[in-house]
């Protein structure tokens, strides 16, 4: 008796809650862990179960169909009495609307069996018309569907064309719309979408009404006009031109198609043509250079043709050609004349010097490509008889029209020998390019005459470490050094 009062007394006296101390939290901390690691092992013994079933308060396996039908069926009548009800707290006077009832059952779900005896599916089941679906609809965002809605401005269309977007252009049948496309392209200054809208409307306008509306539309005109170029629509570009009264652009563009024509006799024909189009005063003095030098170029393959076969020609024998001659360009005509036909009269119309006369060639152009032919053959003497000119009083003097410079670095590559190349490196000018000149290509002559005539003892002592010993240069050297008369600067 005794002892049950004591433990009465421990009970009614002792307490869970316990005073904060500091050394609890622990202690705390670890029974925590404890239990959440209890719960979590009792967690993963309920998931690995997989023939654990769960069942609603009516007794329904929950996830079943009956189970669905029943909570989709409760939740859509729910909704109509929340709104009722919104209502007769709003207002009394308005009647309460009945309640409908559901008309869901499981047998409207199970029709029947087929031959095989298997269920009707749900989603057929669902898609009877007798049966109306509870379950929510997904939907598009409506941002989606408006991508492929034809309510679209052009404002709005060319802003989306911009941006990459796929948009038709089909609704756009009047042509006021049609002119608000383009000229809404236009003020964005954007010419993929100008281009996308012109090749639009070439499509779907007459011809002459799309050419009214560009001749006041000049950006789009000329994108139109450029478009047409590059992909090569040469007629719808003719009628263009000439609706635009640009005669000299109809001419060019006429012009132009003689690229396409392979062959030469029918380039020629085509070229003469050409002559009688309304070309500018200096387009047309190209033309007609144009199919000059055709005509040329074609005497001069049929004769070199027939030269080479007969090898009777010893320059054809030594450097057979590589290349036909037919539709090159006027220097590398005159290079080939300059290479094979260079000691020929100027009658005869292979001649240089009758190329020279007829297209007006410069003089610099004319040196220039003579020397490169003649250095190439190492055909020095003509390479000296090109720079010498004569007085009127019949001295000679060398004259380079093009900087005696630029022949030493032609000559330099042709691999002409240093005697020569030193006859021209004394006639550049300036005393600076002249010794670079020399010390690059070792022209030592030059060097050291440059600096014997510039009284520079120092350089001179320099250049004689630079030469090698006991040679033909470094007794030059010396014996300039040794020379009293000449009073030197250093």
């Not at 998931?47 to 669905?68: A, N, Q, R, T």
Request: proline content about 3%.
């Amino acid at each position: 008796m005794n002892r049950m009062k004591v433990d009465e007394e421990e009970y009614w006296h002792s307490s869970k809650c316990k005073a904060f101390t500091f050394d609890d939290d622990d202690e705390e901390l670890s029974q925590l862990k404890e239990s959440k690691r209890a719960v979590n092992s009792l967690r993963e013994i309920v998931d690995d179960d997989d023939d654990l079933e769960k069942f609603s308060w009516s007794g329904e396996p929950v996830g079943s169909i009956s189970w669905s039908i029943k909570e989709t069926a409760s939740s859509s009548s729910n909704a109509p009495e929340r709104r009722d009800s919104g209502l007769q707290k709003g207002s009394s006077s308005y009647p309460a609307l009945p309640k409908q009832a559901s008309s869901y059952s499981i047998s409207s779900f199970f029709k029947g069996r087929n031959k095989l005896g298997s269920f009707q599916s749900l989603s057929d089941a669902l898609s009877d018309s007798g049966v109306k679906s509870y379950a929510p609809e997904l939907r598009r965002p409506k941002a989606e569907y408006k991508d492929y809605s034809s309510d679209w401005s052009p404002k709005d269309t060319v802003r989306r064309m911009q941006r990459g977007k796929i948009c038709s252009l089909e609704r756009f049948r009047s042509l006021r719309e049609k002119l608000e496309l383009l000229d809404e392209a236009v003020l964005v200054h954007d010419g993929n979408v100008i281009t996308a809208i012109l090749i639009f409307l070439k499509r779907t306008l007459k011809r002459e009404i799309l050419f009214q509306e560009l001749e006041v539309r000049q950006v789009a005109l000329r994108h139109l006009i450029h478009f047409l170029k590059e992909t090569g629509e040469q007629k719808l570009l003719l009628d263009l031109l000439r609706f635009l009264d640009r005669t000299e652009e109809v001419a060019l563009s006429q012009y132009r198609e003689h690229l396409s024509i392979q062959d030469a006799e029918k380039r020629r024909e085509f070229l003469k043509g050409c002559i009688r189009l309304p070309f500018s005063s200096e387009d047309a003095v190209h033309v007609q250079d144009h199919y000059t030098l055709l005509e040329r170029q074609i005497i001069i393959e049929a004769n070199d043709r027939h030269l080479e076969a007969a090898g009777q020609s010893e320059i054809f024998r030594k450097y057979p050609r590589k290349a036909s001659i037919l539709s090159m360009p006027l220097v590398t005509t005159l290079f080939y004349s300059c290479f094979y036909h260079y000691t020929e009269g100027e009658g005869t119309f292979s001649s240089p010097t009758n190329l020279k006369k007829t297209f007006k060639i410069p003089d610099k152009q004319y040196v220039l490509t003579a020397l490169a032919a003649r250095a190439k053959l190492r055909a020095w003497h003509d390479v000296d008889a090109l720079f010498t000119t004569k007085n009127w009083l019949g001295y000679t003097k060398k004259r380079a029209p093009i900087g005696f410079h630029r022949v030493v670095e032609i000559l330099q590559r042709n691999s002409a020998p240093v005697q020569v190349l030193q006859e021209y490196v004394r006639l550049v000018e300036d005393v600076e390019t002249r010794l670079n000149l020399a010390m690059k290509y070792k022209c030592h002559d030059v060097v050291i005459d440059t600096y014997r005539d510039l009284k520079d003892r120092h350089q001179l002592m320099a250049y004689r470490c630079k030469v090698e010993r006991g040679s033909a240069e470094e007794d030059k050297i010396d014996s300039i050094l040794s020379n009293l008369q000449i009073r030197w600067k250093n």
